[in-house]
């Protein structure tokens, strides 16, 4: 998990969408090139959703899913108008660039895996949005981290070639991760 927010205080400060794609972007290299992460996976969600609100900071969501994903996933959350003078289309343009835009609709989770060349083993789970009780939400998002880590785990132990990562940076999935990257910066 890798919430990007900045703070002052209890307050949270804006962030422009250039800053916000640079810090996203080094963070997806580093967990790449260090071998961090096996699949990265997004919460799209707008946090005047009262119930999506409350599972993750009232209901310890943000750190229950912390623990779940561990060194699996690296898991961010879209807060849909996170990024003032983007509004709404936030989440859409990350959407768009997962080539997702017509199937998932906030809130939702997208999980993939960068495989070579190609981003493969995209899944969608919808965030329940009747559901009332934010606990309820936080175990509905941690079921879906399982089913990622489960779908992992089933291809094999691997590990051990996790651990390599920091020596053996696989090209294609740097290369498949920039051009993600580059629809997002283009996107303005």
């Given amino acids: 998990m890798y919430p990007i927010q900045m703070q002052d205080g209890d307050r949270?400060?804006?962030m422009g969408y250039d800053a916000f794609i640079n810090r996203f972007e080094a963070i997806c290299h580093?967990?790449?090139?260090?071998?961090?992460?096996?699949?990265?996976?997004?919460?799209?969600?707008?946090?005047?959703?009262a119930v999506v609100r409350r599972a993750l900071s009232n209901a310890q969501g943000f750190r229950r899913l912390h623990?779940?994903?561990?060194?699996?996933?690296?898991?961010?959350?879209l807060h849909a108008r996170a990024i003032k003078a983007h509004g709404p289309?936030?989440?859409?343009?990350?959407?768009?660039?997962?080539g997702?835009?017509?199937?998932?609709?906030?809130?939702?989770?997208?999980?993939?895996?960068?495989?070579g060349k190609e981003i493969e083993d995209l899944s969608i789970y919808r965030i329940d949005e009747q559901t009332t009780d934010p606990v309820l939400v936080v175990a509905e998002l941690e079921q879906y981290a399982?089913?990622?880590?489960?779908?992992?785990?089933?291809?094999g132990n691997v590990s051990a070639l996790?651990?390599?990562?920091?020596?053996?940076?696989?090209?294609?999935?740097?290369?498949?991760?920039?051009?993600?990257?580059?629809?997002?910066?283009?996107?303005?």
């Fill in 67 to 77: 623990e779940k994903t561990g060194k699996d996933i690296t898991l961010f959350y």
């Fill in 146 to 155: 399982s089913d990622v880590i489960r779908c992992l785990n089933a291809e």
């Fill in 100 to 115: 997702v835009e017509d199937q998932a609709v906030p809130p939702c989770m997208v999980s993939f895996r960068v495989h």
């Fill in 162 to 188: 996790s651990a390599l990562g920091n020596l053996i940076v696989p090209i294609g999935a740097v290369a498949k991760l920039c051009e993600f990257l580059l629809k997002l910066k283009v996107a303005v």
């Fill in 89 to 98: 289309s936030f989440n859409k343009r990350f959407m768009k660039a997962l």
């Fill in 12 to 14: 949270g400060i804006g």
């Fill in 30 to 49: 580093e967990h790449l090139h260090e071998g961090r992460a096996r699949a990265f996976a997004f919460v799209f969600y707008d946090m005047t959703n």
